[in-house]
């Protein structure tokens, strides 16, 4: 059994970054820039909006936050959105999400350019990735598909099962996947799916993206399956200091000795996150994706 190693894959692509960055700056170029749009005073939010713009800070880019209290309106921010979309010298940038109920989540997306997207949520780059096009794919299905191809996963013609169809994880995942290229044959499956543990019993790749935690168990996986862990539920436990333990949607230690690759949580595809996102920035700066 491979155990994938999420947070040193997560560094080589920062440190690769980083030197393509010197390298930008070597050249005269102009050094990549990356906003975030943080609303009100949530603490996930906070620390992800946090962690993205130190590690712009460790790869070289240019960050700028912009705050705005929990009583913002959603002209207010749609003005700031058409702000940063005129804004020459920005990349890309991204909309913390969630938001407070009375903004439109689906609106704020819509306004943003597609051509300054990083998180890829807008359904001008959701779309060019079903049609196979250049797209600003999304962070977490990006580094998915970024951990099987520098493990070197076989994937072609293998049984892929995707659990959940979120349009941020089950549904994008299940496109790449299915790619020219990648040449999965998916499976999408979700709360409606009958008989899920046996499709499971049959996959040669299981992506496990639904948010129950411990769900897949030894019984539902073949002996030599790859296993992606994409879940993240917090419970409590008197055996850390923070009183608070992470746990994925995989029972890992049933799951894990017939495994022939699997992810930990933490330590898998969670700090895969934002490196992707700084990627796409990066992508974003060089033009390479609207060319
Ligand atoms: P979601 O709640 O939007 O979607 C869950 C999906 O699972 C739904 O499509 C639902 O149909 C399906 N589902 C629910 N119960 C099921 C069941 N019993 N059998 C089969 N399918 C079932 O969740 P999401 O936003 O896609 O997130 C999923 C999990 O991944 C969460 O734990 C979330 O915290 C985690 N997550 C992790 C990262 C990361 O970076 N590691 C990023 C995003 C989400």
Not at 68 to 79: H, M, P, R
Not at 134 to 143: L, V
Not at 168 to 174: A, H, K, Q, Y
Not at 219 to 230: N, Q, R, T
Request: proline share 4%; with cysteine; aromatic share 4%.
């Amino acid at each position: 059994m491979i155990l994938i190693d999420g947070k040193k894959t997560s560094e080589i692509l920062q440190a690769e970054i980083a030197e393509e960055v010197l390298l930008i700056k070597s050249r005269g170029g102009k050094t990549p820039h990356l906003a975030a749009v943080l609303v009100g005073h949530d603490g996930g939010s906070e620390t992800y909006v946090a962690a993205k713009v130190k590690a712009c800070d460790r790869v070289g880019f240019k960050s700028t936050l912009i705050r705005f209290e929990d009583n913002v309106t959603e002209e207010e921010l749609l003005n700031c959105i058409g702000q940063l979309n005129s804004d020459a010298d920005l990349d890309g940038f991204i909309v913390q999400l969630p938001l407070p109920k009375h903004i439109s989540e689906e609106k704020i997306v819509a306004a943003i350019n597609p051509h300054k997207d990083v998180d890829g949520f807008h359904p001008v780059n959701v779309g060019r990735m079903v049609a196979g096009l250049p797209a600003f794919i999304s962070a977490t299905p990006f580094g998915i598909m970024e951990l099987i191809k520098r493990y070197n996963i076989a994937t072609s013609g293998k049984n892929c099962v995707v659990i959940g169809r979120s349009n941020i994880v089950g549904r994008p995942m299940s496109i790449l996947l299915s790619q020219k290229g990648i040449d999965c044959t998916v499976t999408l499956c979700h709360s409606r799916t009958k008989n899920l543990k046996a499709i499971c019993a049959e996959a040669d790749i299981i992506i496990a993206a639904l948010g129950m935690a411990e769900f897949l168990t030894g019984e539902m996986v073949k002996e030599g399956a790859v296993v992606i862990d994409v879940g993240i539920t917090r419970v409590k436990s008197d055996k850390t200091k923070s009183g608070w333990k992470l746990l994925g949607d995989v029972k890992f230690d049933e799951v894990a000795p017939k495994c022939s690759y699997i992810t930990p949580v933490p330590g898998g595809v969670g700090p895969m996150t934002i490196a992707s996102l700084l990627y796409n920035t990066l992508l974003s700066s060089k033009n390479e994706i609207y060319k």
